[in-house]
């Protein structure tokens, strides 16, 4: 494809890498059971729900992000694991939404950014922070180029039902 040659490469999330806090929570996570149990061999008592309170910590903050990982990596690699969609960027937002966090007695408020691109029919949104992975793009900031409306782009994708059928972008190229 002469189109694919020249474009500029502005996400590829196959290249991301895993990020050092993930090693670190699995590292933190095994040397906190290693605790628990070296508390329990030397005859004092631990609580059930505290092993399994470090193993559900470990398991969202370590194992989640790399099983995206490496799911998206393997999804990417798969010939028809991505839909290609090629065209011209018709609307791109960033709205942050402010609200009071009812969920105690404080006045504290909760901060929400909704961001996001349609290419022709297609949208592509998301809540910063809400990915399960550095894999898929789920911040405008990481994009090498400002995605501006009238850019043509290509938008390798697919539809994520574990993260309730929102399209993840992959791979995004500036043609």
Known sequence: MPDTVQAMVLFDGTAQPIPVYVYAAIAGTLAALVGCL??????RVVKWYV??????IGIFAGAMPVWDQLRVRKLAASEGGLTITRGEVTQVWHIAKRTRDMTSNSLRYRTTISEGFDVGVERFSWK?????????????ALSKQPIVEGMQVEVHWFKDAAQGDENRVVLLRKL
Do not use: D, E, F, K
């Open 38 to 43: 070296g508390w329990r061999l030397s005859g």
């Open 51 to 56: 092993p399994l309170t470090i193993t559900l």
């Open 128 to 140: 910063t922070g809400s990915c399960l992975s550095a894999a898929a793009l789920c911040n405008l």
